[in-house]
């Protein structure tokens, strides 16, 4: 949470009138605290037995259920944070027929960025009872949590960048309409998917921000925007790759190949997705690797593929002593190189920092996670609309 994030707890209890004759009490403790590490909730199960750092709200129900409200004199105790002098709260008696305790002011704001651990039990001594907590942490900006904040703020940045992209390329293919290559049309289909995706991504971070829930579906929806996109741009640079349009006029039975290899990617990048969305970041279990495993060996193929093509199709143009195409040529197996040695370095410094440390004390860097997938696949998508631009000599 940054600092100045307030929250807010509704509890409603439904007593079990068949089991409890009498009036049912209810006890609430919570104990909410800063952690150095990111992961440190995975190891507890419920609130530690300490309870001298545990602010306990008592509450009483007269017919099975209740409605309660600090009182004036102990808002301010609710806003400590924890303490030797964190004790039993009371509350003001609700009204006959409610059903419903909360917080009308903040149970408690934090006073600087950080991971917090918050934790509550509801218990009664005398009685069985239904309760349903309702739990909100708000800050000034909004309901996002200080780890994915930033994305929303990248997401915009980005789609901007995509429409700046899709005009400029726009203006460019209408001005040189009459030499456009099949290629260019493929750049263009990248351009829009790209633009939707993000697009998608900003309503989804900004409904979350202002209204604390996400659009029913939207997220999964942007992740499979975001697989087409990428099967369509490995497509694109395997064709690429293999001088389709340049040293090859058809890709003949390399066709089916280059389709059937984009079908396969669509599949295991939607499964990957869809499972990563669904499940808490935090998730190690074996249907996490099952779902990323395949992925990043067909990632691996399609590399190979790629530079083995790039080697063959160079090779050909030096025989042919295109020196225009060759240029072109390596620049492109350049960035391309630059950018896998990117991704790996990167990968290397994720795994080290964010996934195998004990304790992760560097959250403010999680969001990268995501961001830098999506800046790496942007700056190689202009490397290529740059050096495959509509240009006179198309043709040539």
Same mark, same amino acid.
């Given at each position: 949470?940054?600092?100045?994030?307030?929250?807010?707890?509704?509890?409603?209890?439904?007593?079990?009138?068949?089991?409890?004759?009498?009036?049912?009490?209810?006890?609430?403790?919570?104990?909410?605290?800063?952690?150095?590490?990111?992961?440190?909730?995975?190891?507890?199960?419920?609130?530690?037995?300490?309870?001298?750092?545990?602010?306990?709200?008592?509450?009483?129900?007269?017919?099975?259920?209740?409605?309660?409200?600090?009182?004036?004199?102990?808002?301010?105790?609710?806003?400590?944070?924890?303490?030797?002098?964190?004790?039993?709260?009371?509350?003001?008696?609700?009204?006959?027929?409610?059903?419903?305790?909360?917080?009308?002011?903040?149970?408690?704001?934090?006073?600087?960025?950080?991971?917090?651990? =918050?934790?509550?039990?509801?218990?009664?001594?005398?009685?069985?009872?239904?309760?349903?907590?309702?739990?909100?942490?708000?800050?000034?900006?909004?309901?996002?949590?200080?780890?994915?904040?930033?994305?929303?703020?990248?997401?915009?940045?980005?789609?901007?960048?995509?429409?700046?992209?899709?005009?400029?390329?726009?203006?460019?293919?209408?001005?040189?309409?009459?030499?456009?290559?099949?290629?260019?049309?493929?750049?263009?289909?990248?351009?829009?998917?790209?633009?939707?995706?993000?697009?998608?991504?900003?309503?989804?971070?900004?409904?979350?921000?202002?209204?604390?829930?996400?659009?029913?579906?939207?997220?999964?929806?942007?992740?499979?925007?975001?697989?087409?996109?990428?099967?369509?741009?490995?497509?694109?640079?395997?064709?690429?790759?293999?001088?389709?349009?340049?040293?090859?006029?058809?890709?003949?039975?390399?066709?089916?190949?280059?389709?059937?290899?984009?079908?396969?990617?669509?599949?295991?990048?939607?499964?990957?997705?869809?499972?990563?969305?669904?499940?808490?970041?935090?998730?190690?279990?074996?249907?996490?690797?099952?779902?990323?495993?395949?992925?990043?060996?067909?990632?691996?193929?399609?590399?190979?593929?790629?530079?083995?093509?790039?080697?063959?199709?160079?090779?050909?143009?030096?025989?042919?002593?295109?020196?225009?195409?060759?240029?072109?040529?390596?620049? =492109?197996?350049?960035?391309?190189?630059?950018?896998?040695?990117?991704?790996?370095? =990167?990968?290397?410094?994720?795994?080290?920092?964010?996934?195998?440390?004990?304790?992760?004390?560097?959250?403010?860097?999680?969001?990268?996670?995501?961001?830098?997938?999506?800046?790496? =696949?942007?700056?190689?998508?202009?490397?290529?609309?740059?050096?495959?631009?509509?240009?006179?000599?198309?043709?040539?």
């Amino acid at each position: 949470m940054f600092n100045g994030t307030s929250v807010l707890v509704k509890v409603k209890c439904d007593a079990d009138m068949e089991t409890s004759a009498s009036p049912v009490n209810v006890t609430i403790s919570w104990v909410l605290r800063w952690t150095p590490c990111w992961k440190e909730y995975l190891f507890y199960s419920e609130p530690p037995a300490d309870e001298s750092n545990v602010r306990i709200l008592e509450y009483h129900s007269s017919d099975g259920s209740t409605e309660a409200t600090p009182t004036t004199n102990n808002t301010q105790k609710l806003k400590r944070l924890t303490g030797s002098d964190a004790h039993e709260e009371g509350l003001a008696l609700p009204a006959p027929g409610s059903k419903t305790a909360r917080t009308t002011r903040p149970l408690v704001t934090v006073h600087s960025d950080g991971v917090y651990l =918050f934790m509550m039990r509801i218990k009664s001594d005398n009685g069985s009872f239904t309760a349903t907590v309702d739990l909100q942490m708000v800050g000034s900006y909004g309901y996002l949590s200080a780890s994915d904040y930033p994305l929303l703020w990248f997401y915009s940045v980005l789609c901007v960048v995509y429409v700046i992209y899709g005009v400029v390329w726009l203006v460019l293919c209408f001005l040189r309409w009459r030499d456009l290559l099949r290629l260019q049309y493929w750049i263009a289909a990248v351009i829009l998917l790209g633009l939707l995706e993000k697009a998608m991504f900003v309503a989804e971070y900004e409904s979350l921000n202002e209204q604390g829930y996400s659009v029913p579906g939207l997220l999964i929806a942007a992740e499979i925007v975001s697989c087409a996109k990428r099967t369509i741009s490995r497509i694109l640079v395997v064709i690429v790759a293999l001088g389709f349009g340049i040293v090859k006029p058809r890709l003949g039975s390399l066709l089916h190949r280059v389709i059937a290899l984009g079908m396969l990617y669509f599949l295991l990048a939607s499964i990957e997705s869809c499972t990563r969305i669904l499940r808490p970041k935090t998730d190690q279990s074996k249907q996490m690797l099952v779902a990323v495993i395949p992925l990043a060996l067909l990632d691996s193929l399609i590399c190979w593929w790629v530079f083995s093509a790039l080697v063959s199709t160079i090779r050909t143009l030096r025989l042919r002593r295109n020196p225009t195409k060759l240029a072109l040529y390596s620049y =492109f197996t350049n960035a391309l190189a630059l950018g896998v040695l990117l991704s790996v370095i =990167f990968m290397f410094w994720s795994v080290r920092y964010h996934t195998y440390d004990d304790c992760l004390k560097d959250w403010q860097t999680l969001w990268l996670n995501d961001a830098f997938w999506h800046l790496l =696949f942007a700056l190689l998508l202009l490397v290529i609309m740059i050096l495959w631009r509509p240009t006179n000599n198309n043709q040539v």
